[in-house]
């Protein structure tokens, strides 16, 4: 091989290793830190539930957008409204930092007894505008939680001031209405700060 | 006779030498003294709000409180969230206990107070009790804007 063609090859492989290291600074988002992907996202089932305005709210209701979705309800006065400040103060500051999604937050009531439509839309709209409150019959309801692994169970009280035990997972359903990662408890806005413009980039 | 003089110097001056040495003055602070009060506004649709304070027993003794009482709301309850294996609960709790010269925190995503249909009232009053006796009573604003 004379000089010259060793020149055009040493150049070649220079501009070959140049390109990998740029791609590799370049490449996908990092992993989540805190949320968990999951393998194959999962299409909601068949359901029928009601928003606050008595709307009905089905696997449809969760395309086009992406939703946090948390399982709650109103008559709980710690955990419930401490996930949800923290969901909003997230949505808050995804909105700041000029991120091109922000999601929506929905609160599923796990106490559709006490939680009316009108009741469970008072309670999210405190929480910040355009959130998404779903309520309804209970069979219907279990037909969504067991399909999303998410648990809940009335716990027996002499008085009508009973809590409901509930699994405190955050959901994320993509714009294609499919249930594709999760947030687990303890939330804390930089979580979702973080993860969740990742959680978007990689679909 | 002055005083330095007369059969009372002796003994005042021990029962004022041993008040030093004992430290009497603690014996003027409260046995209970509550910090970090944080009433929360009942929310549209709720029928009850949260209440977290911190409680500091400065006695060599355990302090248990029985029951809370309000006149600003229907009832007061004391209750515990906890989230175990992705479950989030809460349990009432029947009595805290404050250990000797320790402090319990009420807290949020832990002990709480339990407040049950407000009155409306910006400045509560709560009453901590032993069984019949009143240990303490706390007063707060109602604070109007969620904070984490």
């Known amino acids: 091989m004379n000089s010259k063609n060793l020149l055009i090859a040493l150049l070649i492989g220079a501009g070959i290793a140049a390109g990998l290291f740029v791609a590799t600074k370049m490449k996908a988002p990092t992993q989540p830190q805190f949320a968990t992907m999951l393998t194959q996202a999962n299409a909601l089932p068949d359901f029928s539930l009601l928003d606050q305005k008595g709307n009905p709210v089905n696997?449809?209701?969760?395309?086009?957008?992406?939703?946090?979705?948390?399982?709650?309800f109103a008559h709980c006065p710690d955990i419930c409204p401490i996930t949800l400040q923290t969901l909003s103060n997230a949505k808050r500051a995804l909105i700041d930092s000029g991120a091109r999604v922000i999601p929506r937050i929905v609160l599923v009531s796990v106490d559709p007894e006490r939680d009316t439509p009108d009741i469970l839309g008072k309670y999210v709209a405190y929480f910040g505008d355009d959130n998404l409150a779903v309520t309804g019959d209970l069979e219907q309801l279990r037909r969504l939680t067991s399909a999303l692994g998410i648990y809940f169970e009335k716990i027996a009280s002499d008085n009508e001031n009973y809590a409901v035990d509930h699994s405190a997972a955050v959901l994320v359903i993509d714009p294609n209405?499919?249930?594709?990662?999760?947030?687990?408890?303890?939330?804390?806005?930089?979580?979702y700060l973080h993860d969740f413009p990742i959680i978007v980039a990689t679909q | 006779m002055t005083f330095r003089e007369s059969?009372?110097?002796?003994?005042?001056?021990?029962?004022?030498?041993?008040?030093?040495?004992?430290?009497?003055?603690?014996?003027?602070?409260?046995?209970?003294?509550?910090s970090d009060i944080d009433i929360k506004e009942q929310l549209p649709g709720q029928r009850m709000s949260a209440g977290y304070l911190t409680l500091?027993?400065?006695?060599?003794?355990?302090?248990?409180?029985?029951?809370?009482?309000?006149?600003d709301y229907q009832s007061v309850e004391v209750h515990e969230s906890s989230v175990e294996n992705g479950v989030a609960r809460m349990r009432p709790v029947t009595e805290l206990v404050i250990t000797a010269n320790s402090a319990l925190e009420l807290r949020p995503g832990g002990m709480h107070l339990m407040l049950m249909n407000a009155n409306g009232t910006e400045d509560v009053s709560l009453n901590f009790f032993d069984g019949p006796?009143?240990?303490?009573?706390?007063?707060?604003?109602?604070?109007?804007?969620?904070?984490q």
């Open chain 2, 133 to 147: 006796t009143l240990l303490l009573t706390v007063s707060s604003n109602v604070a109007r804007e969620r904070k």
């Open chain 1, 177 to 191: 209405g499919q249930f594709s990662a999760l947030f687990g408890a303890p939330h804390a806005i930089e979580n």
């Open chain 2, 56 to 71: 500091t027993n400065t006695t060599n003794e355990d302090i248990v409180i029985s029951r809370v009482s309000s006149a």
């Open chain 1, 59 to 72: 696997a449809d209701t969760f395309r086009g957008q992406w939703d946090l979705v948390f399982f709650g």
């Open chain 2, 7 to 34: 059969a009372f110097y002796p003994p005042i001056l021990a029962l004022a030498l041993s008040c030093v040495v004992l430290g009497c003055a603690d014996e003027t602070r409260p046995p209970l003294i509550v």
